[in-house]
């Protein structure tokens, strides 16, 4: 099991950033992601990132957002510039199944979740 804690949320005008983080303790998982679900929707995959380095974001971020890790320090992160209201939503990091062998973006490859942390954007 892995415990991920994440932080950085906040308040923020359109056109601002954020840098959002999530630090994982316990077995480490090939796969980490960043989720979204704003009041009354689905969560939302934003982006992915495997232990090689490879990445993956969503079409409605890119360009925007950009998903990292240190594997060192077990932490993601997301780095989300040019916010939009529509951003507004509170943010979740997730660990992969073990056997995830792919860059996803579906809810249902991830087992572990943290409590997430709030992002909003005022227009």
């Known amino acids: 099991q892995v415990q991920l804690v994440e932080s950085g949320g906040g308040s923020v005008q359109a056109g601002g950033s954020l840098r959002l983080s999530c630090v994982a303790s316990g077995k480490s998982r090939n796969y980490m992601g960043w989720f979204r679900q704003a009041p009354g929707k689905k969560r939302e995959g934003v982006a992915t990132?495997?232990?090689?380095?490879?990445?993956r974001v969503a079409d409605s971020v890119k360009g925007r957002f950009t998903i990292s890790r240190d594997n060192a320090k077990n932490t993601l992160y997301l780095r989300m510039n040019n916010l939009k209201p529509e951003d507004t939503a509170m943010y979740y990091c997730?660990?992969?199944?073990?056997?995830?062998?792919?860059?996803?973006?579906?809810?249902?490859?991830?087992?572990?979740w943290g409590q997430g942390t709030q992002v909003t954007v005022s227009s």
């Open positions: 997730a660990a992969g199944v073990w056997w995830l062998d792919r860059l996803s973006l579906f809810s249902f490859d991830y087992s572990d």
């Open positions: 990132s495997g232990r090689d380095g490879t990445t």
